[in-house]
């Protein structure tokens, strides 16, 4: 592959790029927070010219390339290892979920001062969070992969954007070092939530309240696209995101306020809504047991206990 390859083939793509990055689509056409790991600016500077396809910020006023934008925010080391990561993701068909984008009316001038703090402070936040560091402590504990999750390395919580169903950015939880669950000020959860897998295709869309159950029902039955709702509250979401055709399957927490939110929620789908319980508290216990009384167990435990201070 030459240099000009990669050029060529990238050239028209910087939203595209942008949205592989998790960068505000929103740098196309005004300043918005640096995502550059190093530069934890208050006052958005970092911007993305259309023409030229160039990033300019206050940290690097000469600007650079996209190419230089991968590796500044440490996906690669080099123009060779940024190339191939382009590569990969820009020609590849596996990503486990569409991309989350970052609408043009998430902060408006109409909004409240409060609220356009809290919205600039999630795109704040997501523009300086990582991927997961390997064997974190709740991803052991819990046995997954952190589909859909990002880590911000200051607080060390880990982040899940909330999206409607148009993939539309509208917020973020966070999963502290305690196992708190919180949404964030300025996250619209109501009738919103986190899509893991693609549902286009899927005659079944299945339904979680929770993210590590979502992900556990996602593994456990082939890539089945579940919808994470975020609270029992929230089941009714599914309305917002299923297809014409689609079987919803509720899959509920093996407790009371669970099991009666889910039947609440999958009677309005009619003959279409099914209510499934798990044999423990939950699926992701029931998930973890499939492990039984392997080697993996005592493993798993083990790692449990390893914190990585990261």
């Not at 911007?47 to 300019?56: C, L, Q, S």
């Given at each position: 592959m030459s240099r000009y390859d990669i050029l060529k083939d990238i050239a028209g793509k910087s939203d595209v790029i942008l949205d592989l990055l998790g960068i505000d689509q929103r740098a196309r056409y005004t300043h918005v927070h640096c995502p550059l790991p190093n530069h934890d600016d208050r006052h958005p500077s970092f911007r993305v010219d259309k023409e030229t396809e160039r990033f300019y910020c206050t940290c690097t006023p000469r600007g650079g390339s996209m190419l230089d934008l991968v590796i500044g925010m440490q996906h690669a080391n080099n123009f060779s290892a940024a190339a191939k990561w382009l590569?990969?993701?820009?020609?590849?068909?596996?990503?486990?979920?569409?991309?989350?984008?970052?609408?043009?009316?998430?902060v408006t001038r109409s909004m409240s001062k409060q609220h356009v703090a809290d919205r600039n402070e999630i795109l704040r936040v997501l523009s300086h969070c990582v991927d997961v560091p390997l064997f974190h402590p709740y991803i052991v504990k819990k046995g997954i992969l952190p589909l859909c999750a990002k880590y911000e390395p200051i607080l060390k919580n880990l982040v899940l954007p909330i999206h409607d169903n148009q993939y539309q950015l509208q917020g973020i939880e966070y999963?502290?070092?305690?196992?708190?669950?919180?949404?964030?000020?300025?996250?619209?959860?109501?009738?919103?939530?986190?899509?893991?897998?693609?549902?286009?295709?899927s005659p079944?869309?299945?339904?979680?309240?929770?993210?590590?159950?979502?992900?556990?029902?996602?593994?456990a039955?082939?890539?089945?696209?579940?919808?994470?709702?975020?609270?029992?509250?929230n089941l009714?979401?599914?309305?917002?995101?299923?297809?014409?055709?689609?079987?919803?399957?509720?899959?509920?927490?093996?407790?009371?306020?669970?099991?009666?939110?889910?039947?609440?929620?999958?009677?309005?789908?009619?003959?279409?809504?099914?209510?499934?319980?798990?044999?423990?508290?939950?699926?992701?216990?029931?998930?973890?047991?499939?492990l039984g009384d392997t080697h993996f167990c005592s493993i798993r435990e083990a790692l449990h206990k390893v914190r990585l201070d990261k």
């Amino acid at each position: 592959m030459s240099r000009y390859d990669i050029l060529k083939d990238i050239a028209g793509k910087s939203d595209v790029i942008l949205d592989l990055l998790g960068i505000d689509q929103r740098a196309r056409y005004t300043h918005v927070h640096c995502p550059l790991p190093n530069h934890d600016d208050r006052h958005p500077s970092f911007r993305v010219d259309k023409e030229t396809e160039r990033f300019y910020c206050t940290c690097t006023p000469r600007g650079g390339s996209m190419l230089d934008l991968v590796i500044g925010m440490q996906h690669a080391n080099n123009f060779s290892a940024a190339a191939k990561w382009l590569r990969r993701r820009l020609f590849s068909n596996n990503g486990v979920s569409r991309q989350i984008i970052v609408s043009s009316n998430f902060v408006t001038r109409s909004m409240s001062k409060q609220h356009v703090a809290d919205r600039n402070e999630i795109l704040r936040v997501l523009s300086h969070c990582v991927d997961v560091p390997l064997f974190h402590p709740y991803i052991v504990k819990k046995g997954i992969l952190p589909l859909c999750a990002k880590y911000e390395p200051i607080l060390k919580n880990l982040v899940l954007p909330i999206h409607d169903n148009q993939y539309q950015l509208q917020g973020i939880e966070y999963i502290d070092r305690q196992d708190n669950k919180f949404c964030v000020d300025g996250t619209i959860k109501t009738g919103n939530g986190l899509m893991i897998g693609n549902p286009d295709e899927s005659p079944v869309l299945g339904v979680a309240e929770g993210w590590s159950t979502a992900v556990s029902i996602h593994l456990a039955l082939g890539g089945l696209p579940i919808l994470v709702t975020f609270g029992a509250a929230n089941l009714d979401a599914a309305q917002n995101f299923a297809k014409p055709g689609q079987d919803v399957w509720f899959f509920a927490d093996n407790d009371k306020i669970g099991v009666d939110s889910a039947k609440r929620a999958a009677c309005k789908f009619g003959e279409a809504g099914f209510v499934l319980t798990s044999s423990l508290d939950d699926f992701n216990e029931d998930f973890s047991a499939l492990l039984g009384d392997t080697h993996f167990c005592s493993i798993r435990e083990a790692l449990h206990k390893v914190r990585l201070d990261k």
